[in-house]
């Protein structure tokens, strides 16, 4: 026999730069809940929910790890410019993305299970809400910048004279910290939007405790619709429409100007040097276009479902709440790619990653012997750009 109040809790994250963390609390007032025939996203989400926890915490130390390394080879003196300081910042916002979400997979995976029978205690829930909150704005900030690099790339490419000045390091430094403050603005209506429930269980005469509706939604049912938009629209698919555009004008740049340099080369062989600087940064165009295209991949969908949902609530019961686990590992896959990305497009990425970490001593030989002692000269290798 159910309680005559049962509180059903489902937690996950709709990440727009993840995006924001939605907690849907259904409550049944009725002694007996009638049988509903599952759906098939519903059994998708049970099913995949059991692996989850163990899925994303791999995915998540890979990511931390792989982002601690990008972060060491970006800000290498030779690799100061521009570009590689955005990257950095997006580097430290994947990291600060993944940085809370094993803990919370281990408990709410793993350990326990995403239900308020569990009897969760009061601090854990609050912690979850920290959790989804600082996460939701450390990939709102990846999502900015990723646009930033798209922005900054598109001048250097298509208005190359003006790059020097448009997209000077100090430009680059004021762009982070825009991007930083206007996201932490952007998401104060999800700050206020859910607070831990209180509850007494009348058959064991415990209390528990559940994140819901704060007062101010509960008090203006609007509310909710309009973080839904918020979140879904102009955070997740503005960001990702802009990006597809700005790829879009890049590559066709970038076929443009190889078609010219084709011609203009014409098999000259004395300005093979100046071809092999052209090749390099076409690299780095393509490298970013992938970036971008990482993020267009995992973050269109989401936004189009929280669209659905916020005109749809029925949609949202039946079919975007059992896709969180789903959404929230294409995000974290997201934070965690962009160093194979690196290492497979970009030269001097890979360069000073081998000089730092696999071949920082590439030769130790003898060079004399006294009195039965060795000495070693040891030859480091050094990245000129």
Same mark, same amino acid.
């Given at each position: 026999?159910?309680?005559?109040?049962?509180?059903?809790? @489902?937690?996950?994250?709709?990440?727009?730069?993840?995006?924001?963390?939605?907690?849907?609390? &259904?409550?049944?007032? =009725? &002694?007996?809940?009638?049988?509903?025939?599952? =759906?098939?996203?519903?059994?998708?989400?049970?099913?995949?929910?059991?692996?989850?926890?163990?899925?994303?915490?791999?995915?998540?130390?890979?990511?931390?790890?792989?982002?601690?390394?990008?972060? %060491? #080879?970006?800000?290498?003196?030779?690799?100061?410019?521009?570009?590689?300081?955005?990257?950095?910042?997006?580097?430290?916002?994947? @990291?600060? *993305?993944?940085?809370?979400?094993?803990?919370?997979?281990?408990?709410?995976?793993?350990? &326990?299970?995403?239900?308020?029978?569990?009897?969760?205690?009061?601090?854990?829930?609050?912690?979850?809400?920290?959790?989804?909150?600082?996460?939701?704005?450390?990939?709102?900030?990846?999502?900015?910048?990723?646009?930033?690099?798209?922005?900054?790339?598109?001048?250097? !490419?298509?208005?190359?004279?003006?790059?020097?000045?448009?997209?000077?390091?100090?430009?680059?430094?004021? *762009?982070?910290?825009?991007?930083?403050?206007?996201?932490?603005?952007?998401?104060?209506?999800?700050?206020?939007?859910?607070?831990?429930?209180? &509850? #007494?269980?009348?058959?064991?005469?415990? *209390? +528990?405790?559940?994140?819901?509706?704060?007062?101010?939604?509960?008090?203006?049912?609007?509310?909710? +619709?309009? !973080?839904?938009?918020?979140?879904? #629209?102009?955070?997740? $698919?503005?960001?990702?429409?802009?990006?597809?555009?700005?790829?879009?004008?890049? %590559?066709?740049?970038?076929?443009?100007?190889?078609?010219?340099?084709?011609?203009?080369?014409?098999?000259?062989?004395?300005?093979?040097?100046?071809?092999?600087?052209?090749?390099?940064?076409?690299?780095? @165009?393509?490298?970013?276009?992938? #970036?971008?295209?990482?993020? $267009?991949?995992?973050?269109?969908?989401?936004?189009?479902?929280?669209?659905?949902?916020?005109?749809?609530? +029925?949609?949202?019961?039946?079919?975007?709440?059992?896709?969180?686990?789903?959404?929230?590992?294409?995000?974290?896959?997201?934070?965690?790619?962009?160093?194979?990305?690196?290492? %497979?497009?970009? +030269?001097?990425?890979?360069?000073?990653?081998?000089?730092?970490? %696999?071949?920082? !001593?590439? @030769?130790?030989?003898?060079?004399?012997?006294?009195?039965?002692?060795?000495?070693?000269? !040891?030859?480091?290798?050094?990245?000129?750009?």
């Amino acid at each position: 026999m159910a309680n005559d109040t049962d509180f059903h809790i @489902t937690f996950y994250i709709e990440k727009n730069t993840t995006s924001s963390f939605y907690i849907n609390v &259904s409550l049944n007032t =009725s &002694s007996e809940a009638p049988p509903v025939q599952e =759906s098939a996203i519903r059994q998708f989400g049970q099913s995949y929910q059991r692996v989850h926890g163990y899925l994303s915490v791999m995915v998540c130390i890979f990511g931390i790890v792989s982002n601690l390394l990008n972060i %060491i #080879v970006l800000t290498r003196r030779h690799m100061s410019s521009p570009t590689n300081f955005i990257l950095t910042a997006l580097a430290i916002a994947d @990291t600060l *993305t993944m940085s809370t979400y094993p803990i919370f997979a281990i408990y709410m995976y793993i350990v &326990s299970t995403p239900d308020c029978s569990q009897n969760h205690p009061a601090g854990w829930q609050y912690f979850i809400i920290f959790h989804n909150l600082f996460i939701v704005t450390c990939h709102n900030m990846a999502m900015w910048l990723t646009v930033a690099l798209a922005v900054f790339r598109y001048i250097f !490419v298509c208005q190359h004279t003006r790059a020097s000045v448009w997209c000077s390091m100090g430009r680059a430094r004021l *762009t982070v910290l825009v991007v930083v403050v206007a996201t932490i603005i952007s998401c104060i209506p999800n700050y206020f939007a859910y607070t831990v429930m209180e &509850s #007494v269980d009348n058959s064991t005469n415990q *209390t +528990q405790y559940c994140i819901g509706p704060s007062d101010l939604a509960r008090d203006n049912p609007m509310y909710a +619709q309009f !973080v839904r938009w918020l979140f879904g #629209v102009v955070i997740k $698919i503005l960001p990702c429409i802009m990006m597809a555009f700005l790829s879009t004008l890049l %590559i066709i740049a970038m076929q443009q100007a190889k078609k010219r340099r084709a011609r203009l080369l014409n098999k000259v062989s004395r300005i093979v040097d100046h071809d092999h600087q052209s090749s390099e940064h076409n690299r780095t @165009t393509m490298m970013l276009v992938g #970036v971008v295209i990482c993020f $267009i991949v995992t973050e269109i969908p989401q936004g189009v479902l929280a669209w659905i949902s916020a005109v749809d609530d +029925q949609f949202w019961e039946d079919v975007y709440l059992h896709l969180g686990d789903l959404m929230d590992i294409l995000v974290l896959v997201n934070s965690a790619f962009n160093f194979i990305l690196y290492c %497979i497009m970009s +030269q001097q990425f890979r360069n000073t990653f081998k000089n730092l970490f %696999i071949c920082n !001593v590439t @030769t130790s030989r003898k060079i004399n012997k006294s009195n039965g002692a060795e000495y070693s000269i !040891v030859r480091t290798e050094t990245t000129n750009v």
